[in-house]
C-alpha cells in the first residue's frame, strides 16, 4: 500500500486562485480517511498553501512548497516542524542579484511572492515577462545554480538541487519512506521531477507531453480513481 499521496496545488486540485469543489474536498478527505498521509506539492510559500488546506479540512496535512524547497507539517502558524533543504551559498547569491537586476528592468511592473529560498517574481505585462526571459537567456552564467520555470503568471528561480523530486527525496528521509510509497499527481513541467521519483504518477488535463503512469482530464475522475483502485 502506497503511503503518501502528493499532490500540486494549481492546475491539478483547482485552479489558479480558485478554491476546489465540493465534491472533490470530500474525495480527499476520503482519501485520508483510508489510510493515505495526504501531502500538497507546490510552488507557492507554505504560508500560502496553510490558508488553502485550512478549508480542506485534512487531519494532518503536509505542505510542500516552494517548489520542494521548504517542508512543513500541518497548518498552524507558526509551525510545529517546518525544514528548509539545504543549498548552497553560490545559488543564494544568485537569487539575490537576480531579484536586484529584475527589480532594475521591471520597476513598479513586477511582485515578488514572499518564500524563504526560491525567487518568484509576478509580472504585471507581457513586456515585463520578456525583460526577464532576457536577462536569463543573455547571462546563463548567473543562474548556472538555479533552475528556471517559465509559468502562466510568473517565474520561478530555484536552487538547482532543488526541484519537487528533491522535495519528495527529503520528505521521504524525514520519514523514513521510500520511492516506493509515493504517488504523485499533477498538471505542469514543475510536476515532472516529482512524477520521476514517485512509484505512480497521475497527470491531470492532459496538456503536458510528460507519459505518466495514469491521466485524467479532471481532478475529480482521478480522485474517484484513486480511492477504487489503490
Not at 43 to 52: E, I, V
Not at 67 to 78: D, F, S, T
Amino acid at each position: 500500500m502506497h503511503k503518501r499521496i502528493v499532490f500540486d496545488l494549481d492546475g491539478t486540485l483547482a485552479p489558479i486562485g480558485k478554491r476546489m469543489l465540493n465534491e472533490d474536498i470530500i474525495k480527499l478527505r476520503e482519501l485520508e480517511g483510508a489510510g493515505y498521509r495526504i501531502a500538497i506539492c507546490s510552488g507557492k510559500p507554505t504560508f500560502y498553501l496553510c490558508g488553502f488546506m485550512r478549508q480542506i479540512g485534512l487531519q494532518e496535512p503536509i505542505l510542500v512548497g516552494e517548489n520542494g524547497a521548504v517542508i512543513q507539517y500541518g497548518v498552524e502558524l507558526p509551525p510545529e516542524r517546518f525544514y528548509i533543504c539545504p543549498h548552497s551559498e553560490r545559488a543564494e547569491e544568485q537569487l539575490r542579484r537576480m531579484k536586484e537586476r529584475i527589480t532594475a528592468v521591471c520597476g513598479d511592473r513586477v511582485w515578488f511572492q514572499p518564500n524563504e529560498v526560491e525567487l518568484t517574481p509576478f509580472l504585471k505585462d507581457a513586456e515585463a515577462f520578456e525583460l526577464i526571459q532576457e536577462l536569463v537567456d543573455e547571462h546563463p552564467e548567473d543562474v548556472d545554480e538555479l533552475l528556471v520555470y517559465r509559468q502562466v503568471d510568473c517565474f520561478d528561480f530555484i536552487p538547482r538541487n532543488m526541484n519537487k523530486a528533491r522535495g519528495l527525496a527529503y520528505l521521504a528521509e524525514l520519514e523514513g519512506l521510500t520511492r516506493a510509497d509515493f504517488v504523485a499527481v499533477g498538471d505542469g513541467i514543475n510536476d515532472v521531477p516529482m512524477f520521476e521519483f514517485a512509484d505512480v504518477s497521475v497527470g491531470i488535463g492532459g496538456k503536458l507531453e510528460y507519459e505518466t503512469t495514469y491521466s485524467f482530464e479532471r481532478i475529480g475522475d482521478a480522485l474517484e480513481f484513486l480511492l477504487q483502485t489503490l
